[in-house]
């Protein structure tokens, strides 16, 4: 092919989506900490996922029509830093598209080379070593190649894909953390997928989703076992066995069921399985579990109760789980972590929009019961869910700046990896009359040191910088479990260990003990100049194990004020604030 119109691009993007969608699991093994975050390729992918159904029955032969119809859904879909830069990409394509039906390799090249500059500008701080570097290197050496010669678009995506995997295999050299744990870099190698696909498209090789015609030989060429190096996992860990999930009503004795205690079940579960998530609420208790042997699980599990619902799925065949753009299991089981129907009125929005507007309101992206009413009770006018593993997308905060209904909406993200979305949809926010804007915080406990600053009364300019302000004043901690055997900062983690990370992400301690591991980090973070410590606790903390934890810091820490609290969030057992 010489040129391709809009139809040519719809087939090599499809292509390139459904490529990344066949593995993007082996994306989410590249991560960079032991802790159970690895979701950029799962981000990347709902990303993609949005902007292909919005353009795959589109008929339209012009690339300008195809082009700017996929970058508004990409946008909209947009979730997690990798997600947001890759739709941001596909953006500044279309803007190079403008006003053509149709485009030649030297126009493909300028059009990626666009998609470049616009990726960079939606950064504030451009990181090389990154899914950044590979779209600047792999489209400026497009460029150059096409200049010369009568090149197809074939052989022009073969040289592009060529040099996009020579940048993500010289990651680890620019960014020293991914050389440290010995991967390269997880939304480079997303990006490498893509382009993968779509050159297989060009060649007459279309990629379709589930197929693995052209991956029988294992993970996408992209990917050599070097890519991973020390993050590769074994298949008793993440990624690999069955995803079970069941709801059980509990029995009693009179019912031949044995007495429940939640503490010695939720035990059993992380003795047999990875990824653990129990809620147990009065007489049901909701599972969510990565076991290779999940007839041991429900065998268990049927002693104490009788079974709602099951579902097992293969992990090994997950991408299923996403059939036009549905959540995948592990989202799916994180978001129903919290009875978010409880807390936010889901019908406000309609009941208000013929009402006056709030004068100020802010959003907070919460994970956990105890976090919910937090941020409620300090005012939030609307939760989004969302945290680790779980971004929300540009679209879920469009939503909730409406449903706000006021003049000037804040958005506390709360998170690192969710400061881009929520600052694309600050962007695209078409309400004259609501200004939108984000406060950067990138940890809950700087969420909620700023919205004890909000007054919903105050001056909209005061009370911005004021929020903003206080999230210098608090440093944050957490404590998690690691996911394998590494070496980072100085620091051998052990897997399924406990580990204790400062807010920069440095790791400062690793311990069989959690309480240990919390009490190690503590010390870590506070000086002379420390005055307040707050721990919240999440759903692996008993209620019991809070007196003998409050009691500890207390004797640790005499000058300090202490405050413990339940936040039932998953993933982290605690989450440290130091002001």
Known sequence: MKTINGQDFKRLFLSGANNLYN????????????VPDGDTGMNMNLTLTSGAKEIQNKAETSIE?????????????????????????FRGFADGVKGKNQINVRELAAAFERGREVAYKAVMRPVEGTILTVIREASAALKEYVKNGDHSVEDALDFFLKEAKKSLNHTPELLPILKEVGVVDSGGAGLCI?????????HGNFVERNSQDDFEDGPSSVLTPTSYAGAQVSEDEEGFGYCTQFLLRLGTPEDGKRPFFEKRFRNFLNSHGKSVVMIHDQDIVKVHVHTLNPGTMLNYAQNYGEFLSIVIENMSEEHRNIENGLKATDIEGNLELSRRHKLI???KKEEEDNTP?????FIAVSSGEGLDEMFLELGASTLVSGGQTMNPSVEDFVKAIARCHAENVYILPNNSNIVMAASQACDLNQNDKTRARVIPSKTLLQGLEAAMQFAPDGDPEAIYNEMKGALKSVKSGSVTYAIKDTDIDGVHITKDYYIGMRDDKSIVSCQKNKAETLFELVHAMVDDDSYLL???????????????????????FPNLEIALRKGNQPVYSFLVGVE
């Open 23 to 34: 593995h993007y699991p082996e994306v989410d093994q590249l991560n960079v900490f032991p």
């Open 65 to 89: 029509i195809i082009a700017s119809s996929l970058a508004t859904a990409l946008v909209m879909g947009a979730r997690g830093n990798s997600g947001t830069i890759t739709c941001q990409i």
């Open 194 to 202: 893509v382009i993968e696909g779509m050159a297989k498209a060009a």
């Open 345 to 347: 009125d889901e019908e």
């Open 357 to 361: 507007l709030q004068k100020l309101a």
């Open 534 to 556: 707050t721990v919240i606790c999440g759903q692996d903390i008993e209620d019991a194990e809070l007196e003998t934890l409050s009691q500890k810091l207390e004797n640790d």
